[in-house]
């Protein structure tokens, strides 16, 4: 398993600026994920998070919008860029590792934007 | 592409009754399937798991079986609990190691 920190684990924006979330894992990882729950809604993927290159973004996600970094195995950032309210949402880090298939889940970043 | 059907919720039910909470799928092949679980206020918990087709998988009294001949992964608790109230979530893993989800099905267990 894996421990998975974010932060902040909450935070109330105003429109039209931008958040930078974090995600520190304890142990390094080889795969890593930004999700998105909407209220009430169910986890979309964002982006794979790749180490030392650039996100692989899904569809309808583009990187100037949630611009994505990571540095290392242990370590990642996503950005939500001039927010709007519809972006208010649970952004969560998840990690994985090759052996088990399941993914960890980080407790998630809630913002709310005005 | 690979998608995760759910029943909808929210499912309300009394304290021990049986629960069952239907999931079917749609992908390339036989991917590992998986059932997490949201507890109010609380972050994804993997609940749990199958990777191979007629698997079971179970946990804290919860099962499911890994139905291949009809694509589907329904979730089973024989007596449900008031604490068993939460949100539970169907996924399977794509290659590349990235969860498809479910919709989300609430169940709501009253004493």
């Known amino acids: 398993s894996a421990v998975i920190s974010q932060k902040p684990s909450r935070d109330i924006c105003q429109r039209g600026t931008s958040l930078t979330i974090q995600c520190q894992v304890d142990s390094q990882v080889t795969m890593m994920f930004w999700y998105r729950q909407q209220p009430g809604q169910s986890l979309t993927l964002i982006a794979t998070a790749n180490q030392g290159s650039e996100a692989t973004y899904e569809s309808g996600f583009v990187i100037d919008k949630f611009p994505i970094s990571r540095p290392n195995l242990t370590f990642s950032t996503l950005t939500v860029s001039n927010m709007s309210p519809e972006d208010s949402s649970i952004y969560l880090c998840?990690?994985?590792?090759?052996?088990?298939?399941?993914?960890?889940f980080g407790e998630g970043s809630r913002l709310t934007v005005l | 592409g690979n998608s995760v059907t759910q029943m909808e919720g929210p499912v309300t039910l009394s304290e021990e009754a049986f629960l069952t909470i239907n999931c079917t799928y749609t992908a390339t092949g036989y991917p590992s399937l998986f059932w997490y679980v949201q507890y109010p206020g609380e972050g994804l918990q993997l609940l749990l798991k199958?990777?191979?087709?007629?698997d079971k998988g179970s946990n804290k009294g919860f099962e499911a079986t890994y139905r291949k001949e009809t694509t589907s992964f329904h979730l089973e608790k024989g007596s449900v609990q008031v604490s068993d109230s939460a949100v539970y979530f169907c996924a399977l893993r794509e290659a590349g190691g990235k969860l498809i989800f479910g919709q989300g099905t609430e169940l709501s267990v009253k004493p």
């Open positions: 998840s990690v994985g590792t090759s052996g088990t298939g399941e993914l960890f």
């Open positions: 199958a990777t191979k087709a007629d």
